[in-house]
Structures are given as C-alpha cells and as structure tokens.
C-alpha cells in the first residue's frame, strides 16, 4: 500500500543539523561502514553497515516521489541540479525561483501548500511512496494527519543546538513501533503514526 | 568508583513529561501515556516501597531489574522530589541526594533517606559517588542531566523512548551549553511498548 513517510538522521538530543545547517558528525553512519551504497549513478557513494544497506534499500527503492521545503532545496544547492535519488520532487514555497520553472525543470514548486504537495506527489509516485523531507514540511504534515510512517535513523552524538525535527507540534500524537535496527553507527527506529486516535 | 547513569523514559520527540507537571499531575498534560510500558506487561518488579508495582515485558524486566541492583545511590532536583511528594519516604534508590536551594525541614530527621544539597549539582555528584561505593549513581532529573552533561559529569545516558509524540512539555535535552559530543551505544533492545537505548558518553 502506498504510505507517505519522513525519514531523518537524528542525534539522541532531537537535531537533525547544526545551528548552520551542517550534519557533517550526524551523518558519520553514512560514511563509516564497508558496503558501498549508490541509488543511482547521479547520487554519491555511501558506505554504510550490510543491515543499514538492507533497510535502505528496501525503502528507497519503494520512494516514488518527494515533497520538502524551500529552505532544504536552498541548503542543498538545488542538490546539484539533480532530483536526489532520482524520483519527482515536490518543493512548497510561496516564491518559486524562476530560474528553475521551466518545461523539463527536475523540481516542481508548489505554492498551494503542503496537502497539495502530498497530493500532487502522490500521483506522480503511482503505487509506491512519498517521501517527506524538511523539518518543517514534516511537522505540518504531522499536524495535518498526512504521514504514515515516521523512521528515524538515530546517531549516537549530542549535537547540544541546532535544527530541531520534532518541533512546533503542540498536541501529542500516538505512535507505533513497527522496526528497531540496531547497528553500531546508528539506531533505525521506524514507527506507524496512528490515526484513529482515542478522544 | 561506579558511573554517572542517567535513565528516564522519553518520547520520540524528546519530552519527558507533558507541560504543567505538579504534585497532583505528576507527568504533566498527556505524560501519563510516556508510562504505559510499565503497566503493559507480565513481569511483575517492585522498584521500592514508594512508587506502584510494574507489570513489564520481560526484557524491560531484565533492565530494570539490572539497574536497581546497580544503583548506589541517586540524585534527584528539587522539583522532581516535591512532585514524588519524597516518594513516602521510600525514594527509588538509597541513598538519596536531592539538589535544592532550601532545606525541606519535615524531612530532616535521624535515618532519613535524603540529604539536601544547597552547593549546587557538582558536590551532589561527589557525595553521591561517594557514597555509592563501587556500585552506580543513578539520575533521574532532566535539569540535573543538563547540569551534568554542561559539567562533563555524565557517564552513561540511558533513555526509554515511549511510542508517542508529546507535541509539548519538559524537554530531556534543553539549555545545553556542550559541543557536539560522541556517544558510544552500549545497548538498543526493542521491547514490547518501548525501546531501551543505552549511551556512553565518550569523554
């Protein structure tokens, strides 16, 4: 069944970069294992543990499309020009940049917000996934009762300030745990978001 | 000399209790649920005379279990202590520094389980270490955690990540002043209703 899920690297302290943006000692896992990891020839080179390979590629390769923020594609530096892992990507903004409205643009900027956005992903992805990104894109579809599934992929390290995943909620939200991962470098913890919640 | 351990059951969004925490609502709005994995299992395991019985998967029975016959003694923040009410005088763990600014007379008495300490976080640590011996001390207050982690007292982070988001409350991981710190995992083990991890701090 086709799910909308967030997936982020988190330290223990709740942060998912530094107070400049930067995930340089978060993403130690993706660099420290002895798997090479590629989804496709336009993305790097990962080197990661057999298990975290597995999880990854079991979900990536269910990713049909992604919806993120502005603020993740103006970080990322329009990731190089390249839709990253090579599925339709969906970016909420009030401002789309021109420069990359145009016919055959690898992003489409959505300006009616983040229910649009899932909606139009959706379409595009067929039968497989959505991915959300961006903290802030995420809170709002948590908010909304928008996302399915939720992993978050700890680091062992205290990043002591910076950007904050779990952020602006204010209500609580029920939560079940469906995987626990354990490898060395870091804690794959994947949970269903549950909906029908009691009063 | 035992270790500096820090547990306490937090939700995925870091909250370890709900907001307006007090003696009469002791996990704040909504915290309650942070606890469902205490009362959800099979294993019966009495932590001390002053709080319930827990009925708890056997792995989270194993833990806890583990802990208790670590734990040397234990420092507790004021706040935490007023809302246990001082536990009825029978405080997970003894003996029992608690850090405060004024002394609560009613529980000074010969063979009391509590020493208040007014000189702050770091002499409780020492005194508490002190008296644990070889065995752990044991902390269980999110402000001390802090106090510890800005002092580089803490040895070992154990959290109990309950399924759920909290959306508001008492943050476990606030008003830190450290540089991104390394841990080193210790332990992950999935449990029925909650996951225990378990961090050295790497120093």
Redesign the interface.
Known sequence: MRKVTAQFTMS???FIA?PNDEVG?LFHWYFSGDINFQVSSKDPIFKISRASAELLREEWDRLGAIVTGRRDFEVSEAWGGNSPLGVPIFIVTHTPPQEWVREHSPFTFVTEGVERAIERAKQAAGDKNVGVGGSTITQQS?KAGLLDE?Q?D?A??????GI???DH?????????IR?V?T?DV?H?R?RVVKERSA | MGKVVFNMTMSLDGFVAGPNDSPEKGLGDGGDALFNWYFSGDTEISVSEGTPMLKVSRQSAEILKASIENSGAGVWGRKTFDIAGGWGGHPPGSPCFIVTRTIPQEWVYEGSPFTFVTDGVESAIRQAKQAAGDKDVVVSTASILQQCLNLGLMDEIHVDVAPLLLGKGVRLFDHLNIEPTTLERIRVVAAPGVTHLGFRVVK
Do not use: H, N
């Open positions: 223990l302290d709740g530094g000692t948590l939720i978050i700890l062992p390290i205290l990043l002591g300030s904050r995943l779990f909620l204010g209500e609580s939200i029920e939560l079940e745990k626990v354990d060395p804690t913890l949970y």
